[in-house]
């Protein structure tokens, strides 16, 4: 029973095309990430959502669209995919974060691996 | 501007030796480090933490070592094992910026081979 899922796993798409990359957690977490590990394997923080409500939105551009139906998912929308969108992209979940207090622990998904020719 | 780095791309220990992977970061309003371990096609996993309070902090075999004055940190693997091979990512948060302190910034990764 996996607790942070994302589908597709794989997606292989052509440029200029619109797709949706969703997510979802049964762990019972308030807030979710969408992260970007690109071909020099850094991982960036793209989006934050906590109880449906954009926190952190990281100068992502505007073709990337995060939705967060209820707080068990939060979805990504691509629009007009370029070559450099290829990467893996990473959702994760965690409580809710309290100033001043221990990170919460962040649990990803298995990846959703993106190619864009 | 990468904020945390691992300056060791790769490791190669033979199995019951040490691990020592390094960390460096360049923003002071870090105050909390976490470990992550990652392997092939899956999302990473949490390792191990240690707050800006601390130095040190255990857990089995990983031990974390903080020294803030050099913004360098260090996970060690003792003994090691052929299941610790992965790739090991340093991260780094500002507990204090409210909402923004669930902002995890993330080194380049660090790959381990235990050799049996």
């Known amino acids: 029973d996996t607790a942070v899922s994302q589908t597709p796993k794989y997606l292989v798409t052509q440029m200029g095309n619109d797709k949706s990359i969703k997510c979802e957690q049964n762990?019972?977490?308030?807030?979710m990430y969408w992260y970007k590990q690109d071909s020099k394997k850094f991982l960036k923080i793209m989006f934050s959502?906590?109880?449906?409500?954009?926190?952190i939105n990281e100068t992502v551009p505007n073709r990337f669209s995060p939705k967060s139906p209820d707080k068990a998912h939060l979805n990504l929308h691509i629009n007009s995919l370029e070559l450099g969108d290829s990467a893996v992209y990473f959702c994760?979940?965690?409580?809710?974060?309290?100033?001043?207090?221990?990170?919460?622990?962040?649990?990803f998904g298995p990846g959703t691996r993106l190619l864009v020719l | 501007d990468q904020q945390v780095k691992q300056n060791s791309p790769s490791l190669s220990v033979q199995e019951g030796r040490i691990s020592i992977l390094n960390c460096d970061y360049t923003n002071s309003m870090f105050d909390y480090f976490l470990w992550y371990k990652k392997y092939p096609a899956e999302g990473p996993t949490f390792l191990i933490s240690i707050s800006s309070i601390k130095d040190k902090n255990e857990d089995g075999r990983f031990t974390v070592f903080l020294n803030k004055s050099a913004k360098h940190l260090s996970l060690h693997i003792v003994p090691s094992q052929p299941g610790d091979s992965a790739v090991y990512f340093c991260?780094?948060?500002?507990?204090?910026?409210?909402?923004?302190?669930?902002?995890?910034?993330f080194g380049g990764g660090t790959r381990v081979l235990v050799k049996p």
């Open positions: 762990l019972g977490h308030d807030t």
């Open positions: 994760a979940s965690s409580q809710a974060q309290t100033p001043g207090h221990k990170q919460e622990t962040q649990y």
């Open positions: 959502y906590n109880n449906k409500e954009l926190i």
């Open positions: 991260a780094a948060s500002e507990s204090f910026s409210g909402a923004a302190g669930n902002k995890l910034t």
